[in-house]
C-alpha cells in the first residue's frame, strides 16, 4: 500500500493527466495480493501499476509509461495503464470503460476451458459498473459458474457525478439478481478486503462460479492529477472514511507485528526507490516515431 | 499414386467441415453462439457439432453478443482459440465496443505481444428465409488490427475458415446468407493451398473487357452477368473474387484493370464507403492511365436494406451487373 501510494503521488506530480489511486489502496492491494501467479487479474484503470509490481514488473519502465518514453512496456502506444503480457495481467488498450470486465471474464472461460483450478479477480468502478458489460458478464458467469471474482471499487465518483446520481440501488444488490454470493465491504480496511476476496477466490476455485462484491472506499483527489474539483467544493467526504494506510499500521502497532521505526523504514526506502524508478525513466528517451510499429499491427 | 480425397459441399457443409476438422486436432478450438446445440444452429450452421463436441466446446450462450466476443477475445489471450457465431450480423453492433476497442488493439498497443486467436463467424446479405439482411462487413475492413474475409464458394468457404482458425489475428468471417445453402460444388479436402488465402484475391473468371471486383454472393452474379454477355454481346468479362476485405487485395484488381482498362465493382453492402470504392481508388492511385472509361461501383440501393418484395428493386444483381458493364464499353 505505500508503494502504491508512493507511486501514484510521483505519477501525479510527473503527469497532470495521471489518475490518482489515493484513499484506495486498501481495496486495489487487498484485492489481487493472495493470488497465484497463474490467476488472472484484471485491475480497474485507476492505479493497475502496484498489480503489475506485485507480478514482478520493473516499476521504471511502469513510470515510463506515463510518461511517454519508449521503455514502456506499451512502447508509448495505449493509455498507459499497461505492463508485461506475459504476468497474466488482462490488458487494458483502449480508453473505454467496461471492456475489460469481458475479457476478465473470458480469461476465466478459458480456465475453464483448460480444466485447471485458476482463477480470475476482475476490479472495475463504481462509474463502470453501469456499463451494460457488468451485467452480460455477471449473467454469463454465473450461466456458466466461471471462476471469476468480480469487484466494484467504490469510490463515489464517476469523473464528476457523484453516486447518487447514477447508481439505482447497489451495486452489491445486483449480484441477487444474478443469483450469485454478493458482498459489500470496507475498501480501506485491507484486511477484511482480503478475507472478503479469499472467500470469493476459493468459491471459484473449487469450480463453484462467481462472486461479486463491493468494496467501499472513497476518491480522495480528481478524476485527474490536475482535475480541480470544482464540481464538489460543497462536499462533504462521508463519515468514517479513514485512511487506510494509518488504520493498517495502527493495527499492526496496536498489534506489537512491528514498531513505528520499522514503518518509517518502508517509507524512507519505498520513496528512494520511487525516486529511482521516476528519475530512470524520466532519463529515458521518449517514444516517437520508431516506435509507430506499423509491423506491430498483426500477430 | 497420390489419391486427393474431395467431396461436394454446399458453403454450409465445407464451413462445418473446417470448424470440425479443426477441433479434432487442437483442443483449444471452441464454439459460442446461440442455438447452436440441440438446434444445429441458425440456417443449420452448426449440425453435428454438439453431438461430436458436448457442450463444453459448444458452448450455448446468453443472447448478450458483448460479452460473448469480450469473453472470446480473454479466453484467446489465455491461449484458447475460440469462435464466437453472432447469428446474423445485424445482431454485431451490440458487440462493437469489444470488435473495435479491445480485439485489433490488443496486440498493437502491448507492444506486439498479446495474441488475440479469435474467428467472429456471421451472416449477412440476402438469404433464403428473408431476415437479417442488413450487411456491414466494410465497416470492419476501416479497421487496423482486423482481417475480414467473405466467402463465395464453397471451396473458399472451407479454406478461409481453416486459415482464419490458424491465424493469430482475430478474423471476421462473413458468410453470404444468400449462398449458405446453394448448390453443392466439389471441395477438395487434403489441399492446404487454402491456407494462404486470407489478402489473396482469386481470379473467377478470366476475360479482356471489363473487369468486374466482387465480393461474396455478388461473385456468382458476376459470373452470370459474365455468361449473358458473352453469349449475347461477345464481351469477354473478367471477374475477380476479391475474398479478404481487409488485407484486400488491390494488385490483383490493378494488374486486370492494367489489361482491360475497365472496372466495375460490386458488393451487397452500400456502395458508399464500401470496399468498391476502395478499390476504385487503389486503381485510380496505381493506374489511372490504364481506364478506359470511369469505374462504376455497385451495391445496395442508399436504403437501410428492405424486406419482402421491395428487397430485389435494393439489391444488386447480374442484370444490374450486366447493365453497367454494356453502358461501360458503350453497349447500351
New interface residues.
Given amino acids: 500500500m505505500v508503494v502504491c501510494r508512493e507511486l501514484d503521488r510521483a505519477l501525479c506530480q510527473a503527469n497532470p493527466r495521471w489518475f490518482p489511486i489515493e484513499g484506495e489502496e486498501a481495496t486495489v492491494v487487498g484485492s489481487f495480493i493472495d493470488l497465484r501467479v497463474d490467476d488472472?487479474v484484471a485491475p480497474h484503470y485507476r492505479d493497475p501499476f502496484v498489480v503489475y509490481l506485485m507480478r514482478g514488473a520493473d516499476m521504471w519502465r511502469l513510470a515510463a509509461q506515463v510518461l511517454g518514453k519508449a521503455a514502456?512496456?506499451?512502447?508509448g502506444?495505449?493509455v498507459p495503464f499497461?505492463g508485461?503480457?506475459?504476468l497474466?495481467v488482462?490488458?487494458w488498450?483502449?480508453?473505454?470503460l467496461?471492456?475489460t470486465?469481458?475479457?476478465?471474464?473470458?480469461?476465466?472461460?478459458?480456465?475453464q476451458?483448460?480444466g485447471s483450478d485458476r482463477v480470475c479477480v476482475c476490479t472495475f468502478g463504481d462509474g463502470t459498473a453501469n456499463r451494460?458489460?457488468l451485467h452480460?458478464?455477471l449473467?454469463?458467469a454465473a450461466?456458466?459458474r466461471l471462476p471469476i471474482v468480480y469487484i466494484c471499487q467504490h469510490n463515489g465518483w464517476a469523473i464528476s457525478q457523484a453516486a447518487h446520481t447514477y447508481i439505482a440501488g447497489s451495486v452489491v444488490g445486483r449480484a441477487s439478481g444474478y443469483g450469485i454470493p454478493g458482498a459489500c465491504v470496507d475498501g480501506n480496511d485491507v484486511e477484511a478486503v482480503r478475507c472478503t476476496v479469499a472467500e470469493a477466490v476459493a468459491r471459484a476455485r473449487a469450480g463453484r462460479g462467481p462472486s461479486l462484491i463491493e468494496a467501499r472506499t472513497w476518491r480522495w483527489r480528481g478524476h485527474w492529477a490536475a482535475d480541480d474539483e470544482h464540481y464538489r467544493l460543497d462536499t462533504q467526504d462521508p463519515p468514517g472514511m479513514e485512511d487506510p494506510l494509518d488504520l493498517y499500521a495502527y493495527r499492526l502497532l496496536e498489534g506489537s507485528t512491528c514498531d513505528l521505526s520499522a514503518l518509517e523504514r518502508i517509507h524512507m526506502e519505498v520513496e528512494a526507490e520511487v525516486r529511482a524508478a521516476m528519475e530512470r525513466a524520466a532519463a529515458a528517451p521518449d517514444a516517437g516515431a520508431s516506435e509507430l510499429?506499423l509491423?506491430?499491427?498483426?500477430? | 499414386m497420390t489419391t486427393t480425397a474431395s467431396a461436394l459441399m454446399t458453403q454450409t457443409e465445407a464451413i462445418l467441415d473446417a470448424i470440425a476438422s479443426e477441433m479434432r486436432h487442437d483442443e483449444r478450438v471452441f464454439y459460442i453462439g446461440q442455438d447452436v446445440g440441440a438446434m444445429g444452429g441458425s440456417m443449420l450452421g452448426t449440425q453435428g457439432l454438439l453431438a461430436e463436441f458436448g457442450p463444453r466446446r459448444i458452448r450455448e450462450a446468453p443472447i448478450s453478443e458483448s460479452a460473448m466476443v469480450g469473453a472470446a477475445i480473454g479466453a484467446a489471450l489465455f491461449g484458447q482459440r475460440p469462435i464466437v457465431e453472432i447469428s446474423f450480423g445485424e445482431f454485431i453492433p451490440a458487440a462493437m465496443n469489444q470488435l473495435i476497442n479491445q480485439a485489433p488493439n490488443l496486440h498493437y498497443m502491448t507492444g506486439g505481444v498479446a495474441r488475440v486467436p479469435l474467428v467472429i463467424r456471421t451472416r449477412v446479405g440476402d438469404g433464403p428465409y428473408g431476415g437479417h439482411p442488413q450487411d456491414y462487413s466494410a465497416w470492419f475492413a476501416h479497421v487496423p488490427g482486423l482481417k475480414v474475409v467473405m466467402p463465395a464458394r464453397p471451396s473458399d468457404a472451407r479454406g478461409l475458415m481453416l486459415a482464419a482458425l490458424r491465424d493469430a489475428n482475430p478474423v471476421l468471417y462473413f458468410e453470404p446468407m444468400s449462398l449458405a445453402h446453394a448448390p453443392r460444388e466439389r471441395v477438395d479436402l487434403d489441399n492446404d493451398e487454402c491456407l494462404a488465402k486470407i489478402g489473396k484475391a482469386r481470379l473467377a473468371r478470366p476475360g479482356a473487357d471489363v473487369t468486374v471486383a466482387a465480393v461474396g454472393s455478388m461473385v456468382r452474379a458476376s459470373l452470370r452477368a459474365a455468361e449473358m454477355l458473352e453469349t449475347d454481346d461477345a464481351l469477354e468479362v473478367e471477374v475477380i473474387d476479391l475474398r479478404s476485405l481487409r488485407p484486400l487485395d488491390t494488385g490483383a484488381v490493378v494488374e486486370s484493370v492494367r489489361r482491360t482498362g475497365r472496372l466495375v465493382t460490386v458488393h451487397e453492402s452500400w456502395v458508399s464507403g464500401g470496399i468498391g470504392a476502395e478499390v476504385v481508388a487503389a486503381v485510380a492511385e496505381a493506374c489511372p492511365e490504364a481506364l478506359r472509361a470511369p469505374a462504376v461501383r455497385l451495391g445496395t440501393a442508399p436504403v437501410p436494406t428492405p424486406s419482402g418484395k421491395v428487397r430485389p428493386h435494393a439489391l444488386p444483381n447480374a442484370e444490374r451487373i450486366a447493365a453497367a458493364v454494356r453502358r461501360l464499353v458503350g453497349h447500351s
Fill in positions: 488472472a514502456g512496456y506499451n512502447k502506444r495505449s499497461n508485461p503480457v506475459e497474466n488482462v490488458p488498450v483502449a480508453g473505454d467496461g471492456t470486465i469481458g475479457t476478465a471474464t473470458g480469461a476465466a472461460l478459458a480456465f476451458q483448460e451494460g458489460d452480460e458478464a449473467n454469463l450461466c456458466w510499429g509491423e506491430d499491427v498483426y500477430a
